[in-house]
């Protein structure tokens, strides 16, 4: 049992299900876990939120102070300017990545998705896996994600970063390649005497 959820095979409390399209699976497909990257992927952009809003405001009032007339309105709508694309490219971007990525394992496949307009995705069925590992850092000890390292035989493997509670994952990836394998299994005749 998972310490969070009262049931393991439930999806995890730390992870909303981010609702993968049902159209975009087979008829005898079904989602078994889903979720987005780590929250630890927003810090960085937080904090560059909390000190852009500290020093624009700080620049725009003081530059209108230090500088008067054309030089002041002018300087004002550089910082301005300079503020919103900070705000775009360190802050609003990786947000929207963020918001926009999913991990999916289903009974045929690990899937993962990312972007809101132009759309990029990776996937794997499970009939393709060697081998699934994780690693986890100290840091993603204390906040509880890892890295998913997925080996297929193709050689061309996939590597998962920031997965909540990656070691549960990787023991679901398991099982569900588990029951693949046995689907797939010709089914065993007794021996006629």
Known sequence: R??????????????????????????DESIDWECRPHWRGLIVPVLLLLVLAFAGTWAFVSWGA????????VGRWVILGVGVLIFIVMVLRPFLH??????????????VRSGMLAKSGRVMPLGKINKVSFNVSIL?????Y?????????????IIRDVPDVEIVQQRLSRQQEADEDRRRPPQ???SD
Not at 98 to 111: A, E, G, H
Not at 140 to 144: A, F, I, T, Y
């Open 146 to 158: 890892g890295r998913l390292d997925v080996e297929s035989a193709s050689d061309d493997n996939l």
């Open 2 to 27: 998972h310490p969070c959820c009262p049931v393991f095979d439930q999806v995890s409390c730390h992870h909303k299900r981010v609702n993968y399209p049902t159209r975009l699976l087979s008829d």
């Open 140 to 144: 993603g000890r204390l906040l509880n």
């Open 189 to 191: 005749f007794p021996a």
């Open 98 to 111: 963020w918001f926009s990525s999913q991990y999916v394992i289903t009974n045929r496949r690990i899937i």
């Open 66 to 73: 230090w500088f008067s007339g054309p030089l002041g309105s």
